[in-house]
């Protein structure tokens, strides 16, 4: 039985202040939350104030990317070292909003996976197809090309404890959200790539975490599907009230 795990994107969202009151408003609301993983994702200059904010709860704070370098003159990055340093214990990588405006490359999530497990950073490595890709019937390829060379050189261990994110470039932000069974189809295929370059016990370990206009009226539905393990939320993430639900739908026995 894998534990659930819901995590919210805030993007380029939300002051320090407006992080601040985010976190103390959605940890009144989960704090009978016990069989969930729930990760707050805020910008890199709010996360040490959303670490202190969430201290003695069991809400889990990641970075939205990292660099993959320790340190050295590299302005404007940030290092897995700096992120634990301010609080996280997550990161996610990949993001198809890195991948495609900021021209990252398969090779580059490698490394950055890489750097976030040598520092005991868990990735959130973010695959998907765009609306293409989906109409040309190469989603399922497109997948294993991103897990394939987005995980090279890992280990069974460390693949097993991933979070991997499915997010069809398509649905994201859109308001166009897969359906449970295009996401299901997505995530079976997943983890059949990782059963085949790991082993069956770590793709049985790995969360495989569906994003894309998630919504508290859609999260049901897709997460009660055997191969979805809860969500990545963007928009509906940016509201305490509303990602709580998201946080209830998305629990083994909903509340
Ligand atoms: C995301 O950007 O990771 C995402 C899933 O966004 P949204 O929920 O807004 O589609």
Redesign the pocket.
Known sequence: MRTPVLAA?W?MHKTIDEAVAFTAALREQVKDVTDAEIILSPPFTAVRAVADAARGTRLGIAGQDLFWETQGAFTGEVSAGLLKDAGATYV?IG???RRHLFGETDAAVNAKVRAALASALTPII?VGETLEERESNRTLAVLDRQIAEGLTELTAEEAGGLIV?Y?PIW????GR?ATPAQAQEAHASIRARLEQAFGRDAAARCRVIY????KPESIRKLSTQPDIDG???????LDPSRFAQIVAGGRPTPV
Not at 171 to 174: R, V, Y
Not at 231 to 237: C, E, T
């Open positions: 994107n993007k996610i993001h198809s909003e973010c994110a997010e649905a994201i932000g859109t959200s994003g894309g206009s998630v969500a990545l939320v963007g928009g509906a993430s």
